[in-house]
């Protein structure tokens, strides 16, 4: 299924045409947005990464594994990186009060990494164990935007989880604006939303502060458009800094595979936090979580790209690693190879798309 952000609360695998309108041009000039030259030959990566999607939302809960305290904190769907340092936060007030000693983190992807940062702000030693370390985690593959796009099925999650998803997200999105910069690849970008997208739904459940454009103050071939700011991590330069981070602190990293919980009852610490993303479906029999494939089309740097849309062909997130195209929201597809047919597509919507920018000079 092409377009994931639309297709996703809309249920159709419709892929809008780019919607070009009389008059439309993309000289150089016509618009303050610099359109994207979205071309095949500038295509730099293709990938695939497996969401980790529950309907009724993350889990963020505590429970006893043996004579150890084992906390819960995976399931994020397509919001894993906006709602890191959240849920990290609320993992942590469950497990570390009344703890002494070492703790174990699983996970080494966005959230592991924010998990074991806030046990080491809060004195304690970590050791991280994971079966696959960064750059090979799916927190790589996401496009980084801060936005809690896809955490989980409107309807389907309860009041206590509502309240546990508003505090994730505050705290994420002011530990965040502290690490803008260069040293983490966090920065703020304007970005475009075509108003019936579920995207601009979801900015009510969302701090920034948003703005209707008129017709003559953006060149995008939708009826109506949303103005927000908002920041994008640079996922490759966030998690390696954060790798950095825990090693200066003392944290160790052990890469190792747990099969059953009976593995992780026999390590050494008696705190133990699971950041294991999808790996919890089959490690802890979570049959509520399910793999959502996203496939992405990355373009070569366009430094002169600086906004961010989402709606028409689907988004556009200009990194300095890339031009991120998407996307797919493809349920229950565990395959990560991505598909040639679908990137074309995914090229060309947003060809056609960029060829039909209004001129608003
Ligand atoms: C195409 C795409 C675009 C996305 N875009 C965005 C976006 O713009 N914004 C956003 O906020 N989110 C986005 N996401 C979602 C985001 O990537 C995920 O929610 C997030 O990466 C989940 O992080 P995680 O740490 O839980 O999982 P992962 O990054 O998958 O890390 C899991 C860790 O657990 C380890 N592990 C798993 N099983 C075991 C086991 N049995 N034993 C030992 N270790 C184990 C793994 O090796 C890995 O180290 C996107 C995702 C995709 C695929």
Known sequence: ?????????????????????????????????????????RVIRTMAGLRPYRRSGFVVRADQLGEKRLVH?????????????????LAAELGLPGHGGAVAVLGCGVVGLSTARLVQEAGFPVTIYAAALPPDTTSN?????????????????????????????????????????????????PTYVE???????????????????????????????????????????????????????GGKIEVRKFATPADIAALPEALVFNC?????????????????????AILEPQPEVQYAFTGGPGYMFPRPDGI?????????????????ATIARIVASHQRFFASLRCTA
């Open 73 to 89: 904190n995976y399931g994020h769907g397509g919001a894993g990186i906006t709602l890191s340092w959240g849920t990290a936060k």
């Open 141 to 189: 593959i996401a496009g980084g935007q801060f936005h809690p796009f896809a955490a989980y099925h409107p309807g389907e999650v309860t009041p206590a989880f509502m309240v546990q998803f508003a505090r994730a997200l505050d705290y994420s999105w002011r530990r965040y604006q502290i690490m803008v910069g260069d040293d983490y690849g966090v920065r703020w970008l």
């Open 276 to 296: 294991t993303g999808l790996g919890s479906r089959d490690l802890f029999g979570d049959t509520d979580l399910h793999p959502a494939r996203g496939q992405l």
């Open 195 to 249: 108003t019936d997208s579920p995207e601009a739904k979801t900015i009510a459940t969302f701090p920034p502060i948003n703005r209707m454009l008129t017709a003559a103050e953006h060149p995008f071939p939708w009826a109506s458009t949303l103005r927000y700011d908002t920041m994008y991590v640079e996922t490759g330069r966030y998690l390696r800094q954060m790798i950095r981070d825990v090693q200066i602190a």
């Open 1 to 41: 299924m092409l377009f994931d952000r639309r297709t996703f609360a809309a249920g159709s695998a419709a892929l809008l045409s780019g919607c070009a309108t009389v008059g439309t041009r993309r000289d150089s000039g016509c618009t303050p947005l610099a359109p994207v030259i979205a071309d095949q030959s």
């Open 324 to 340: 991120i195209l998407g996307g797919t929201f493809e349920v229950d597809q565990w395959d990560t190879t991505p598909d040639p």
